[in-house]
């Protein structure tokens, strides 16, 4: 009796322990987010008025074309999250056609979507490609990809990052 209470505490631990997915939002999957112009002026260390005004009027006309591109498909998107966070509570009942359906929906309304900002941000890198300098440039795309690594949801790690012990003392030797 008392291997069958400490069996089931254990099972009970474990199903509580279990990691559940992150919420799903649309607009980060898709890539869709707006720049500073003030703070990318600063990032990029842009110091000519002329290119200032330059800069600023290609991430204007970014953020209009991304603005633009979230408002047309807002309604896919807001039903896109609702289909996926309600599939990702129910995970264990759902069929595997319907874990297919959601894949191919999920699919289906975000590639269009991420190709359009895709070939928005092209557009503007080659902007900034012939506006600023090499060095300019490099902290630019810098930017850019910690600002699209900000959108990424957090990877649990574990707290304790060190290995385990090794049996072997060999494997303990530092060289």
Do not use: H
């Amino acid at each position: 009796m008392k291997k069958l209470v400490v069996v089931l505490l254990l099972f009970q631990c474990v199903f509580l322990m279990a990691q559940t997915p992150p919420e799903f939002i649309a607009n980060d999957v898709a890539g869709i987010f707006y720049y500073n112009t003030d703070e990318v002026i600063k990032e990029a260390r842009i110091k000519s008025d002329d290119n200032k005004n330059k800069a600023i009027v290609a991430l204007k006309d970014y953020n209009a074309k991304v603005k633009k591109t979230s408002f047309l498909n807002s309604l896919k998107l807001k039903e896109l999250e609702v289909l996926v966070n309600r599939a990702n509570k129910n995970f264990n009942s759902i069929s595997d056609d319907e874990k297919i359906n959601t894949r191919k929906k999920v699919q289906d309304v975000l590639v269009p979507v991420i190709d359009s900002i895709k070939s928005y941000e092209k557009v503007l890198n080659e902007n900034f490609e012939n506006l600023l300098s090499k060095k300019q440039n490099k902290r630019w795309l810098k930017l850019q990809k910690r600002k699209k690594k900000e959108l990424l949801p957090e990877q649990k790690r574990p707290e304790n990052n060190n290995p385990p012990p090794s049996m072997n003392r060999r494997n303990n030797r530092r060289f």
